[in-house]
């Protein structure tokens, strides 16, 4: 089952980029020739006037073949991709991770609509050397205030005990009654989602395996669902930079399709408010990835667009074939490393029972 929801959500992102592509290439007057899931042979073909859509063997990828789109392909014909102008030719290449993006906005605004499941505020445990522990909480208490503020979901007890600096009240519920406490939080040290050190408090304290499914008003939802897609897109891109200057392990940062598979699968055993928060991450990060300026890559071919914008003229075909090459090698080599380390990762979960 889990190999079924991870290629069907495969397809749902292959879907949605290369129908931005399709969707702007046609309203640009460029004709399409092919809308292909998957690649290999086809397995299904299906002919809608003059475009073939296909389904095919390998279902890792998809492509749109545009008309006159390659300079050896190319007739000179007004319904073809290179004698469309430099800007429609643009909007075209970048209509596919657009709608990954739009994808990822829309999915997490379901999302809050829907609800998400949530941690209550019930503790589950208390860790021993701890200030929890000597203030006298006990599993099965509830911290229904931190402050004077009501709590009802543990991230947000979380939240103000990890920024806590001195001594904090909190008000727990214990069999029907109120008990006020006081209690200075444990500070230690700690890496953030960016592996950079910082200092937060604790109490020692876990959450039960409580929950509570939060939805939101329809349109606030729109609102919380692109404010979470920009902070996700913001600490991405914070994480590739860090990345690329060393700051991060490449290898413990990114994971290929043995890695998707996985926490897809994990995802998939946690509920569909899990699953879809998961869709949504997946195609902002195949937007982002795609906007890259690496030949092959969306991002490659605007880059392209951009050195054709300052010559004047587009590189030759030969020079071109020539990057394209090296990023294809590049990019393979990518691909086998982080399947390597994917494997050494998750190989002996996925397939050691």
């Known amino acids: 089952m889990s190999i079924v929801i991870f290629l069907l959500v495969l397809s749902v992102l292959i879907v949605s980029h290369e129908f931005g592509h399709f969707l702007v290439a046609r309203w640009r007057g460029v004709r399409v020739e092919k809308f292909a899931i998957g690649f290999g042979p086809p397995i299904i073909k299906l002919k809608l006037k003059d475009l073939d859509f ?77 200030p929890a522990k000597t203030a ?69 304290i876990t959450p039960a395996p409580e929950f509570k499914t939060v939805p939101y008003p329809f349109f606030l939802s729109f609102a919380k669902g692109f404010k979470h897609l920009i902070q996700l897109s913001w600490l991405t891109l914070q994480s590739l930079f860090y990345i690329l200057t060393g700051k991060l392990s490449f290898k413990d940062s990114v994971s290929g399709p043995l890695g998707i598979y996985y926490v897809t699968a994990q995802a998939s055993h946690m509920g569909l408010g899990v699953l879809l928060h998961l869709v949504g991450v997946l195609s902002m990060s195949l937007a982002i990835f795609n906007f890259l300026p690496i030949p092959i890559l969306d991002g490659g071919h605007l880059f392209f667009l951009g050195l054709e914008k300052i010559r004047g003229r587009a590189l030759s075909a030969k020079s071109e074939e020539v990057i394209t090459k090296f990023a294809l090698a590049f990019l393979v080599a990518l691909f086998l490393f982080v399947s390597y380390s994917d494997m050494i990762k998750f190989g002996s979960k996925i397939f050691v029972k």
């Open 136 to 204: 006298g909480l006990k599993p099965g208490d509830r911290i229904i205030k931190v402050n004077g503020e009501k709590i009802e979901l543990w991230q947000e007890l979380a939240d103000k005990i990890h920024k806590a600096k001195t001594e904090i009240k909190v008000t727990i519920l214990r069999q029907g009654k109120t008990i006020e406490l006081s209690i200075k939080p444990k500070q230690k040290s700690v890496k953030d989602l960016l592996g950079r050190p910082t200092r937060i408090s604790f109490l020692g």
């Open 54 to 130: 296909l389904i095919c063997a390998v279902p890792l990828g998809g492509y749109v073949k545009l008309a006159g789109e390659a300079q050896e392909e190319f007739h000179s014909r007004k319904d073809e991709f290179l004698a469309k102008p430099l800007k429609d030719r643009a909007m075209i290449i970048a209509a596919g991770p657009t709608f990954n993006y739009i994808l990822a906005w829309l999915v997490f605004s379901f999302v809050f609509i829907a609800g998400f499941p949530s941690y209550t505020n019930k503790i589950g445990k208390v860790l021993d050397n701890y």
